[in-house]
């Protein structure tokens, strides 16, 4: 069974620039979470989709972060624009039922 | 929200020794997971375990909920397994309890 799928893996942009990163869960997982990891922290969630509804967006900066995931299955993560403070590990995560699990990450540097 | 404590913050190990990492949580929980973040960042999942116990090749998990804690285990270490060890808990019920909440983690180092 495929896991979570991530891309990039690696992005670095300059402060205002925008950014997008993609999630595919695995196959047959309804829920679908968005996480940051700031260095020497746990993951913290920013969004999660029960299809292709928002269950819970109260953490996400909406004044520039966005989220969609139009058809159920995949997912975008947009920042725009980018601060400093953005610079951290991505983490998409799905679930069927309790058990999350995660993928690789995209790494984001801001510059 | 719900609190989660994991101790100790840093352990360092040779090759061969055994060790027990501990996570505290502060109300009833319906899901616990014990991760893995290796070097490269990936969180590998070792064990779900909101109650009971587990186990797992040289890894074993406990969860007493009545307690509010969980201890995951490592026996006979080895290099591979450095990186950082984290507990992550969801709570009953709704609002912001219901988030799955890390906890800071243990860092955890094998020596050759």
């Known amino acids: 069974e495929a896991g979570v799928a991530q891309s990039p893996r690696y992005k670095i942009i300059e402060k205002r620039q925008s950014v997008a990163f993609w999630c595919n869960p695995i196959?047959?997982?309804?829920?679908l979470y968005w996480y940051q990891q700031i260095l020497g922290q746990g993951p913290k969630l920013l969004i999660q989709?029960?299809?292709?509804?928002?269950?819970?967006d109260s953490q996400l900066p909406k004044d520039r972060f966005s989220a969609e995931r139009l058809k159920g299955v995949d997912s975008t993560l947009k920042i725009q624009p980018a601060k400093l403070e953005d610079s951290a590990v991505y983490l998409c995560a799905s679930s069927k039922y309790n058990e999350q699990f995660f993928g690789p990450g995209t790494r984001l540097t801001v510059l | 929200g719900i609190q989660v404590e994991q101790s100790p913050p840093d352990l360092i190990l040779q090759e061969g020794a055994n060790s027990t990492l501990r996570c505290n949580f502060s109300d009833s929980v319906n899901n616990l997971q014990w991760f893995h973040q290796n070097p490269w960042g990936q969180l590998i999942n070792l064990f779900y375990i909101p109650s009971g116990t587990k186990q797992n090749g040289r890894l074993s998990a406990t969860t007493v909920a009545t307690e509010r804690y969980s201890l995951l285990y490592i026996s006979s270490s080895q290099t591979t397994d450095s990186g950082v060890y984290f507990c992550a808990v969801q709570g009953v019920g709704g609002g912001s309890n219901y988030k799955l909440t890390f906890g800071k983690g243990t860092l955890l180092t094998v020596n050759p």
């Open positions: 989709f029960q299809n292709n509804g928002v269950v819970d």
């Open positions: 196959s047959g997982h309804a829920t």
